[in-house]
């Protein structure tokens, strides 16, 4: 029988992390299954949700603009055939879009979430990252409407290749400690910080000249938006950063430093590999922290104000900056009120109610990150300890797995002549890892 499985999504993180594994998952139990990934509004986009979408060959896509005319009229584009049996499974974006659509097509709605509960009503099933937050809704909700599954995070990250081979194919020393650079995949971050993180480089290369450093090149960063991050004076100036030149040799991608110093760039397809020989990296917070918590890295998450109206809000909150007189300051307020209420940023210090990285939030300068840096440098003990706390904390893989065993058996229940769908057996072994990341000796 023909059926559609429909992913609603919005964001780069949500597009690698979540709708990623699951597609892959989807293939190897479910190859006749006809996948529609419905692309939502979000002010948080990258504007690259689309083109990755090349990447799941055989799925269909519906552009933000496709999904809300759907919503509103009914009326799908030409290339999008509709089956009278399917799921809607929810992976990020406001869930109204994903209740909607399954108002329309009169598929049943699930939603994959870390806590967002809404439309109880209208869902069928929540899958939760955490056990605490399953426990936690079924209070609230009927017992058969929640489901833990698990971190897709944790599925989402996988490397193939031996890490002292992956350092020689990245032309990186076995005796020198790794930096690897994250400034995210959304254009505001990556614009805004880049330059920040490069002047980083020259503060820690005063006392590390050893350190080589890395840049891992989102799917969703294009090589001219990091290019115009360095060389631009409006970005340069918001967080006085230091600028960068692009430069290109016969094996790769660097950015040249104002001090000379080298960052090469790690094109998208050696992300993971990259960080897995990490000794340790700077990152915004974002998926970016969940994925080095799978592989183990420890990690110093920076969260510069010098600018927190920059900062996006989500909502009419958004609009705020657009006042006049007093919109911009009004947002800063409003953007350091808010943070006050959040514990921790990065995802792994969410999921363990603690402090297992460190983060820096405020107006600090580039020295005082260097000189954090080299702190936890100085205490290779305190790394690895932190290196086996965070792959602990985000658990095994195996959630897309679970996620997708559920989706057939909403599928059995609503229609008996499914019952020959089979969900994949598990198989939980944890493939061995070997670590090459380089020890400093303690000062």
């Known amino acids: ?153 944790v599925d989402a990250v996988k490397t193939a290749d031996h890490s002292v081979s992956i350092r020689q194919k990245l032309n990186l020393r076995l005796d020198a400690p790794v930096i690897s650079l994250l400034p995210g995949s959304k254009p505001l971050k990556v614009l805004n910080t880049t330059a920040f993180l490069l002047k980083i480089v020259d503060e820690l290369s005063l006392q590390l000249p050893q350190a080589q450093f890395i840049l891992p090149q989102s799917s969703f960063t294009p090589l001219s938006e990091i290019r115009q991050a360095v060389q631009d004076p409006r970005y340069l100036s918001v967080l006085d950063g230091s600028p960068g030149k692009v430069v290109h040799d016969r094996n790769s991608t660097s950015l040249i430093t104002p001090q000379g110093n080298k960052v090469q760039i790690v094109p998208p397809n050696w992300n993971y590999a990259a960080l897995q020989v990490s000794d340790l990296a700077l990152t915004l917070p974002g998926t970016n922290t969940a994925e080095l918590a799978v592989l183990g890295i420890p990690m110093l998450v920076l969260l510069p104000l010098k600018r927190p109206e920059l900062l996006p809000l989500d909502g009419i909150a958004s609009w705020i900056e657009h006042l006049p007189f007093v919109g911009r300051r009004l947002k800063a307020h409003l953007v350091k009120q808010r943070l006050a209420a959040i514990d921790f940023l990065a995802l792994p210090n969410q999921k363990a109610g603690a402090a297992l990285v460190p983060e820096l939030i405020g107006d600090f300068s580039a020295a005082e990150v260097a000189e954090k840096v080299m702190e936890m440098l100085r205490d290779p003990y305190q790394l690895r300890e932190t290196s086996m706390h ?54």
Request: net charge positive; glycine share 6%; with cysteine.
């Open 1 to 153: 029988m023909d059926f559609n499985i429909i992913l609603t999504t919005n964001g780069p993180g949500e597009m690698s992390a979540w709708v990623q594994p699951m597609i892959y998952e989807i293939r190897k139990t479910l190859p006749q299954a006809r996948i529609i990934i419905a692309l939502v509004p979000c002010p948080h986009s990258s504007g690259q949700e689309q083109a990755f979408t090349r990447r799941f060959y055989g799925a269909s896509v519906l552009k933000p603009q496709e999904t809300v005319h759907y919503l509103l009229t009914g009326k799908l584009p030409p290339h999008i055939v509709l089956a009278r049996h399917g799921v809607v499974l929810h992976l990020g974006g406001d869930q109204l879009f994903s209740v909607g659509l399954g108002w329309r097509s009169s598929f049943p709605v699930t939603v994959y979430t870390e806590k967002l509960v809404q439309w109880k009503s209208q869902v069928r099933r929540y899958y939760f990252r955490d056990r605490s937050q399953e426990q936690r809704q079924v209070k609230r909700l009927a017992e058969q409407k929640c489901k833990w599954v698990g971190d897709l995070m």
């Open 390 to 443: 965070l792959r602990e904390v985000m658990g095994d893989d195996h959630a897309a797995q679970r996620i997708v065993a559920d989706l057939i058996s909403i599928l059995q229940d609503n229609d008996p002549r499914f019952s020959h769908l089979v969900a994949r057996s598990s198989d939980y072994s944890v493939p061995e890892d070997s670590d090459s990341r380089s020890q400093l000796p303690p000062s």
